[in-house]
């Protein structure tokens, strides 16, 4: 069956991981989505590494340190950084120089013969004379999307920095980690680089059909902090309407009773339980035989477990100790409680739901290996993912991309290799 982004181009200008993660979605369900990368320098943590790939040259780790199979990079370190791979399947890539003229005259050829150019480094195109403003005289009908920190306008729209500083900046941060030793315990989350990648492809597809509609393309400014700050909703709420300001709470709840993350047997093990009515604390109690102390007036309705959470939490700590926490969870869920256990990457890897339903596939990459990689995003009925290739390597696709769609002769094709616009390495 068709895909349903079938016959759409998208040239990808993205890094690091919100909207290349964006693009990834719309390669699955479809879309030809081209990278067109650079041989002189790589955009950090994109293809690893911040320095020409040549071999004479020692790669440089990057800021997300040894994201190489085995920790090896290879001879060929940006064929293999695991950041870049997870998310570039079922891509292509084609490589130019945009310092100089004939590079930009490249990139100018292949957003004429695209629908969608996705970028979230504004300001970066610009400096090659390959803006909105200009690119849209010749393409009009254009969607241009443009993912930034805290937007392509304003005060803050050269802030430079990443999916965790952009957290802080909403408030985010603020409102997570251990009371005891607030603001120190935060860990990096970066939640908003996904959610701006679903954002894109949302969008993406939403102005696809509008445009058939009526012909016309547009320019997006997308915010990754303003997408995250609606989630966020109720704390800025509290704040307009009630002049309070929140703060953390940890694994804790404004008004829910037992609510947090418990002790299990073993080494670091743990299970998060929610208890919001009383059903599920009548639930919670005949799992755990239903004790004396927690047939007490005083955890009788939600207001008196929430007046006495410490206590509760220590009391039910005790019970959770002597049981394993994936043996609990399906104890717990049975009960009709919200509960599920704490899992490590290694769990997680191997979790026998994920595993059940495709959630990982095995892709075979000639310089990184075959390893599983998250691929299905959501089950489609009538137009299932299909794995076409593994992520490119770099500058893969210069032969598609020259010789069948920009239509270069043999003699300009080997010129540009010459000049530095095409790798030699990939035919």
């Known amino acids: 069956m068709t895909l349903p982004l079938e016959g759409i181009r998208v040239v990808d200008f993205t890094a690091v991981i919100g909207a290349p993660y964006g693009t990834l979605m719309l390669a699955d369900m479809g879309a030809e989505v081209i990278r067109l990368e650079s041989l002189q320098r790589f955009a950090p943590t994109t293809r690893g590494t911040g320095i020409r790939p040549a071999k004479d040259l020692v790669p440089s780790m990057g800021p997300v340190g040894r994201g190489y199979p085995n920790f090896d990079p290879g001879d060929r370190p940006w064929n293999r950084f695991a950041l870049f791979n997870c998310h570039a399947h079922n891509k292509l890539s084609a490589t130019t120089d945009l310092g100089t003229e004939r590079g930009v005259g490249i990139a100018q050829e292949l957003i004429a013969l695209s629908d969608v150019l996705v970028e979230n480094q504004p300001g970066v195109l610009e400096r090659y004379g ?15 999307m443009s993912v930034s920190g805290m937007g392509a306008y304003g005060p803050y729209k050269t802030l430079r920095g990443y999916g965790s500083h952009f957290e802080n900046l909403t408030g985010m941060s603020w409102l997570r980690g251990s009371p005891k030793n607030h603001p120190l315990s935060n860990t990096t989350a970066v939640a908003s680089d996904p959610a701006s990648g679903a954002a894109v492809a949302w969008l ?28 966020l909703a109720p704390a800025y709420l509290d704040y307009a309407m009630n002049g309070r300001v929140q703060r953390t709470l940890g694994n804790s709840h404004a008004y829910y009773a037992p609510h947090g993350v418990y002790p299990c047997a073993g080494e670091d093990r743990w299970i998060a339980i929610a208890v919001t009515d009383d059903a599920e604390w009548l639930g919670l109690r005949s799992a755990m035989g239903d004790p004396a102390w927690a047939r007490s007036r005083d955890y009788a309705d939600g207001y008196a477990r929430s007046r006495r959470r410490e206590v509760l939490d220590e009391r039910l700590a005790e019970w959770t100790r002597e049981w394993q926490n994936v043996e609990l969870q399906d104890k717990l869920q049975k009960a009709g409680v919200a509960a599920g256990a704490v899992l490590d990457d290694a769990e997680i890897h191997g979790d026998r739901h994920l595993r059940q339903r495709g959630f990982y596939k095995r892709i075979e990459h000639q310089d990184a290996g075959t390893h599983d990689y998250p691929f299905e995003l959501w089950k489609m009925s009538r137009t299932p993912f299909e794995l076409r290739h593994p992520a490119p390597l770099l500058g893969e696709d210069n032969g598609y991309f020259y010789r069948e769609l920009l239509g270069v002769s043999v003699k300009e094709y080997e010129a540009l290799e010459d000049s530095g616009h095409i790798g030699m390495e990939y035919p």
């Open 130 to 144: 390959l803006g909105y403003e200009e690119v849209r005289k010749k393409k009009p009908d254009l969607i241009w």
């Open 204 to 231: 993406t597809a939403i102005l696809v059909h509008n445009r058939s509609a009526n012909g016309k393309g547009q320019y997006v400014d997308m915010s990754m902090a303003e997408l995250y700050m609606h989630q």
